[in-house]
T-cell receptor
């Protein structure tokens, strides 16, 4: 149990376009989901915390108008990269906390975004 | 503020030998500590966690970690390394009601 999926697994888009990444908890309800960004050979940097039915909380330095997060249900959160630029190219990973679980986060397989 | 450090960018071990991946942390209260493993182009897989109780924590794939409060360390260990253990390992720490912080990662390479 506790499986998190992401779609797509990889995407290539042109500069100036927007791309949406989905994060789904497949077999549990997730009140809270997290979005991370990982650059090559680097650690995960938390971008934002997404709570179902409310606005996401963004980390310092993350543009909320550029990285739109929607957590409309207990099993789905989406990250939309708007007006993408080549510097947005990265590996985006989501994680989910099972409702009532204090400690563990379950991670998705990640989405590789390449902006050309 | 909480932080976690992984002092080694890479650890190289021969197959069959014991391995240790180091992690130290800094928190103002009781820490919750985690180890995750990441394979290329994949998300993180949970290995083990320390919340409370026994200082020696056993996890997935034969890994274990020892919580040492006096040294503020949580080193990951395995008695006998496998080539398939080669991956990127992340230590992480959080305090109650705060976000999880990841270390910089250690690349573990097991040679046959």
């Amino acid at each position: 149990g506790a499986v998190v999926s992401q779609h797509p697994s990889w995407v290539i888009c042109k500069s100036g376009t927007s791309v949406k990444i989905e994060c789904r908890s497949l077999d549990f309800q997730a009140t809270t989901m997290f979005w991370y960004r990982q650059f090559p050979k680097q650690s995960l940097m938390l971008m934002a915390t997404s709570n179902e039915g409310s606005k996401a909380t963004y980390e310092q330095g993350v543009e909320k108008d550029k990285f739109l997060i929607n957590h409309a249900s207990l099993t789905l959160s989406t990250l939309t990269v708007t007006s993408a630029h080549p510097e947005d190219s990265s590996f985006y990973i989501c994680s989910a906390k099972r409702t009532g679980d204090l400690h563990e986060q379950y991670f998705g397989p990640g989405t590789r975004l390449t902006v050309t | 503020a909480q932080s976690v450090a992984q002092p080694e960018d890479q650890v190289n071990v021969a197959e069959g030998n014991p391995l240790t991946v180091k992690c130290t942390y800094s928190v103002s209260g009781n820490p919750y500590l985690f180890w995750y493993v990441q394979y290329p182009n994949r998300g993180l897989q949970f290995l083990l966690k320390y919340i409370t109780g026994d200082n020696l924590v056993k996890g997935s794939y034969g890994f274990e970690a020892e919580f040492n409060k006096s040294q503020t360390s949580f080193h990951l260990k395995k008695p006998s390394a496998l080539v398939s253990d080669s991956a990127l390992y992340f230590c992480a720490v959080r305090q109650m009601a705060s976000k999880i912080i990841f270390g910089s990662g250690t690349r573990l390479s097991i040679r046959p």
